[in-house]
């Protein structure tokens, strides 16, 4: 019975995903004023992503794959999937390009045979976290993914298609363990994350102020409207930036830093530093001010983490602060 239940919930799960990921993506085309010729497939793309981005975010749906499968079928499916979205939006739209699914079908083969053909070993691990942020902080996912209106950028597809790529290679195929993954917080993730957000909000704002690259902006809007926002700015952090950064710094980076160096507060210190380097190009490289504030952010979010033990926990506190300076700060 409780198979069941879980397999029923599994599939609720990601039969939501894509119907709320349709409805959403129909209404912000109708907001744009796209033609329906082009919404209609972009809108079908997204939703396939995200039902795929869910499914490899969901344990039961994991383990199943694994069971029946083995590392390299596994990988020949993971590759295989991201061509879909790609073929899905830009055959109907006029965009489609062999050397952009090429492109697209290479990298996906890359990070998905990664730990079929190479071991487990440190510097291999380094290596596979290198690549990953390479492709997600460059250019590569924008060039490739071709929008057919300026209004609606691309990019994001490749960006979630990589990521959940990279987070199914770890769990599915490495058999790595991460500690508290999953989609949804509970309730001492949120205890444990807001906590840690609000001891940031202090220290970052003085540091922001200082740094110059952070200033209040109130939003000439009524309050449920910037409520709104604030709500639907949170989840897409929650669920796109945040889970993606955390697990791959306080999930994955934290803890090798950790039995490596064999101190906590060593491997906390190392992985903030790391991760404040990664946000280096933001808005223009080098960009060391923004560089030092997210360093500090990464400080808290790692805090979080071992509090709960949970990269929940951490993506609760960074979802919060990225959606505090979206909100009000940018």
């Known amino acids: 019975m409780r198979v069941e239940a879980g397999r029923r919930h599994a599939a609720i799960a990601l039969a939501g995903t894509v119907v709320l990921a349709s409805v959403a993506g129909l209404l912000y085309a109708c907001a744009l004023s796209i033609p329906a010729r082009l919404a209609v497939p972009l809108t079908a793309a997204f939703a396939v992503e995200a039902g795929l981005y869910v499914a490899v975010c969901l344990e039961r749906v994991r383990k199943r794959l694994a069971a029946r499968l083995g590392a390299p079928a596994l990988a020949l499916v993971a590759a295989a999937s991201a061509l879909a979205p790609y073929a899905i939006y830009s055959l109907p739209t006029g965009e489609f390009s062999w050397r952009a699914l090429g492109l697209v079908g290479a990298l996906a083969a890359g990070v998905s045979f990664w730990y079929v053909v190479l071991p487990r070993r440190p510097a291999i691990d380094l290596l596979f976290l290198a690549l990953v942020a390479a492709a997600l902080l460059g250019p590569v996912f924008p060039a490739i993914y071709a929008s057919p209106t300026p209004r609606v950028p691309l990019g994001i597809l490749g960006q979630m298609m990589w990521t959940r790529l990279a987070i199914f290679e770890c769990l599915a195929i490495a058999g790595m363990s991460v500690r508290g993954f999953s989609l949804l917080p509970r309730r001492q993730d949120w205890a444990a994350g807001t906590l840690n957000f609000l001891l940031f909000l202090p220290v970052g704002a003085l540091l922001g102020w200082a740094l110059g690259c952070a200033g209040l902006h109130v939003r000439p809007a009524p309050w449920w409207q910037t409520l709104g926002l604030a709500i639907l700015t949170f989840a897409g952090m929650l669920w796109v930036v945040a889970l993606r ?59 979080a983490y071992l509090a709960a033990r949970s990269v929940r926990a951490a993506m609760v506190t960074h979802a919060l602060v990225n959606t505090v300076w979206r909100v009000f700060f940018s």
């Open 245 to 303: 950064e955390e697990f791959f710094f306080r999930g994955l980076l934290q803890e090798w830093l950790q039995s490596w160096m064999r101190s906590e507060m060593a491997a906390l210190a190392a992985a903030s530093v790391l991760f404040g380097l990664a946000h280096l190009p933001f808005r223009g490289f080098p960009n060391w001010r923004f560089a030092a504030l997210a360093a500090v952010a990464g400080f808290f979010y790692g805090r």
